[in-house]
């Protein structure tokens, strides 16, 4: 069994969750997910879909478990004004992405989280993209790029983008293109909306999780320490 230290104010605790079948996969849902997660799940069209979908319920129930020290199936969710998922009750705050058959799993005690990884893929009109969702300053630096950086550098600042819309809650519906990020310097945040203050007030953490994967963690905090860890289902972690 994986021992955790407690997580820590200056802290986020990131999981890298495989969205694999589980043993008992189904009888493990029916004691766990509620009424509103089934129909969540059922609610996809592909078979993929549905079992990448109930793997992670299953698996974020089993992680947050442990540092709730509560059963699997008493956890309570709720969404904010904007729709986005917390937890019911207690200090503790997530936020989940997934991408394939990968997923990863944000716990901070802070209430301005996000995350997001993407699997590098084909993307059709990415000057198109560019033009509508960067901002000023990143489109500047984007025309100084060359044709070989642009794959690598459209996918590093789309994963801070997603995670810092999600961390504020708005999603999409705030805009892509009114955050900015510096290009050159470890992809730091340099322009946001005012009611989400100053940009030195947010911590963008890219990751590196592989070839042709992007990943980052944002967090309003000034400064941040990310901890990574593997979840394995079979054994959950001790937080001590």
């Known amino acids: 069994m994986q021992s955790i230290q407690a997580l820590r104010v200056n802290e986020v605790h990131l999981w890298q969750i495989e969205l694999k079948p589980l043993a008992e996969e189904k009888s493990l849902a029916r004691s766990m997910l509620s009424e509103d997660e089934w129909l969540k799940v059922n609610r996809l069209r592909r078979p993929e879909h549905r079992q990448r979908a109930l793997s992670m319920r299953i698996q974020l129930r089993l992680l947050l478990a442990t540092y709730l020290q509560q059963e699997p199936h008493s956890i309570e969710f709720t969404r904010d004004r904007y729709g986005k998922p917390q937890l019911k009750n207690t200090p503790l705050f997530f936020n989940i992405s997934h991408s394939q058959d990968a997923a990863l799993v944000a716990i901070s005690l802070h209430d301005g989280l996000g995350v997001d990884i993407e699997h590098w893929r084909p993307v059709e009109q990415m000057a198109g993209i560019v033009k509508r969702h960067f901002s000023m300053a990143e489109k ?69 999780l592989g070839e042709r994967v992007s990943a980052a963690v944002i967090v309003r905090a000034e400064s941040c320490q990310v901890l990574r860890y593997r979840f394995e289902p079979q054994f959950p972690p001790q937080i001590v």
Not at 141 to 165: D, G, P
């Open 140 to 208: 500047e630096r984007w025309q100084t790029l060359a044709a070989h950086q642009h794959e690598a550098v459209f996918f590093h600042i789309w994963t801070c983008k997603e995670a810092f819309i999600k961390a504020t809650g708005r999603g999409l519906g705030m805009g892509l293109s009114r955050c900015g990020f510096n290009l050159s310097d470890a992809y730091q945040l340099e322009d946001c909306p005012a009611e989400y203050g100053l940009p030195a007030m947010w911590s963008c953490l890219p990751l590196a």
